[in-house]
């Protein structure tokens, strides 16, 4: 198992910065990918950005350029630095991790933090 916990969420104004992290332990050698998600009121959960072990990393096209993705060597710790937030950028952001097995894959999620950008 992987338990993740984020932390850096908070109220900002529209242009400022936040940065989240997010701390993982457990089964970290196990985990294939790493990355942000997030959920707004009446919306489903939608990919913010993500590695994987393969070198990959996959942006949402509405956060390329003004949000970047970065963690340690270790894949303990995780790091979502969003510039330039607008108010659309309001949600609960959560830490995800998936795990891939020979047969399946099992999903592991934080709590979540509110971010919330007001105009």
């Known amino acids: 198992q992987v338990q993740l916990v984020e932390s850096g969420g908070g109220s900002v104004q529209a242009g400022e910065s936040l940065r989240l992290s997010c701390e993982a332990s457990?089964?970290?050698?196990?985990?294939?990918?790493m990355g942000w998600y997030r959920q707004s009121p009446g919306n489903e959960r939608e990919l913010v950005a993500e590695?994987?072990?393969?070198?990959?990393?996959n942006t949402a096209f509405s956060v390329k350029g003004r949000f970047t993705l970065s963690r340690d060597d270790t894949w303990s710790r995780l790091y979502l630095q969003m510039h330039n937030l607008a108010p659309e950028n309001t949600a609960v952001y959560y830490c995800?991790?998936?795990?891939?097995?020979?047969?399946?894959?099992?999903?592991?999620w934080g709590q979540g933090t509110q971010v919330t950008v007001s105009s």
């Open positions: 590695f994987d072990r393969d070198g990959r990393t």
């Open positions: 995800h991790a998936r795990v891939l097995t020979a047969v399946t894959y099992y999903d592991y």
């Open positions: 457990g089964s970290i050698g196990s985990v294939y990918a």
